[in-house]
């Protein structure tokens, strides 16, 4: 099993920055992919930015440039760098890991950038 734990979501200004974390912890150790989604309001949940094993990465094209995923293998920790936010970043974040072809998502936190 697989638990997901972020944090670091807030209510920010438009321009302005958060970073996002994402812990996990559990019985898995090895992870084919870790990496964030988000969900708007009346919207479906998107990928925003994921990492896999090799370390590439793969970003929605609305925040190419602005956001940064990292990951610490060692410490089982994704992260979201968001630089220059804009109001429709505005969403619940989730944590996504894949570990063996399964999905695991963590509870969302929420990102608010005010205009």
């Known amino acids: 099993q697989l638990q997901l734990l972020e944090s670091g979501g807030g209510l920010v200004q438009a321009g302005g920055s958060l970073r996002l974390s994402c812990a996990a912890s559990?019985?898995?150790?090895?992870?084919?992919?870790m990496g964030w989604y988000r969900q708007a309001p009346g919207k479906q949940r998107e990928l925003v930015a994921t990492?896999?094993?090799?370390?590439?990465?793969n970003y929605a094209d609305s925040v190419k440039g602005r956001f940064t995923v990292s990951i610490d293998n060692a410490a089982k920790t994704v992260y979201l760098q968001m630089n220059s936010l804009k109001p429709e970043d505005t969403a619940v974040y989730y944590c996504?890991?894949?570990?063996?072809?399964?999905?695991?998502w963590g509870q969302g936190t929420q990102v608010t950038v005010s205009s």
């Open positions: 996504n890991a894949d570990a063996y072809g399964l999905p695991y």
């Open positions: 990492i896999i094993g090799g370390g590439g990465t």
């Open positions: 559990g019985s898995i150790y090895r992870f084919n992919s």
